[in-house]
């Protein structure tokens, strides 16, 4: 049976789900992509921009913001983590793209990611390997419906229940066993979305754009 791959990036390294067609579920993690991508799999979905522009914002970016606001990160571009810091970055930016085209401090916190994941990426890859973000995949379970806010309670049982009822029923047992790994709870539970990402999903924003190295700039949900 084959296996989807969902992949999220943690303070120590990147935490993989898998799920199979006959409900079949685990998880691992490890610092770097390598050994987790080397696992079969029929498609895998990595919470993290595949395809980058070396100036302004991704298209598919800007769409994704549209629809669940502030939890898409704007400015990924394949020179960040040359900067020695963000105030250096975005005064660069600044200077050349105008006042405000900057980038986050969750989006400079996550540049070693970006390039963890542009230096694997291919365009023979992203056949089976694909870009995704969970707060997309959360919007599509619940049916447009907006949930609670990821960090609260009730928003954490609300993605948890979602993605139960799509066969991580192990799920719930495993928040409890990541315990020592640097693993975060939102870590794991995005990983998972994006493995059912990797199995169910149809759509996607963008896939028009291709960046300088034949990458599409697409979010898949």
């Given amino acids: 049976m084959p296996n989807y791959l969902g ?64 939890a898409v990160f704007l400015g990924a571009r394949r020179d960040l983590w040359t900067f020695p810091d963000m105030a250096a970055a975005n005064r660069h930016y600044w200077e050349r793209e105008g006042k405000g085209r900057g980038v986050s401090a969750q989006l400079w916190n996550i540049r ?30 619940a049916g447009g419906v907006r949930l609670a806010t990821k960090t609260s309670a009730e928003g954490r049982e609300q993605r948890i229940a979602l993605l139960v009822q ?14 020592g790994t640097g693993i975060g709870r939102d870590d794991l539970i995005d990983a998972c979305a994006c493995a059912v990402a990797a199995r169910d999903s149809t759509e996607r924003l963008g896939g028009d754009e291709i960046d300088p190295r034949g990458l599409r700039m697409e979010i898949n949900y």
């Fill in 166 to 179: 799509r066969g991580f029923t192990r799920l719930p047992k495993w928040l409890t066993q990541r315990h």
């Fill in 112 to 141: 070693d990611k970006i390039r963890d994941v542009d230096e694997i990426m291919t365009p023979a890859r992203q056949a089976t390997i694909g870009e995704a973000h969970p707060e997309l995949i959360f919007r599509n379970l």
């Fill in 7 to 70: 992949l999220d990036g943690f303070r120590f390294g990147w935490v993989a789900a898998w799920i199979d067609d006959r409900g079949q579920h685990g998880f691992d993690y490890a610092p770097g992509l390598a050994r987790l991508l080397a696992m079969p799999h029929a498609r895998a979905m990595i919470d993290m921009p595949i395809g980058l522009m070396p100036s302004g914002y991704r298209t598919c970016d800007l769409h994704a913001r549209e629809l669940i606001g502030p």
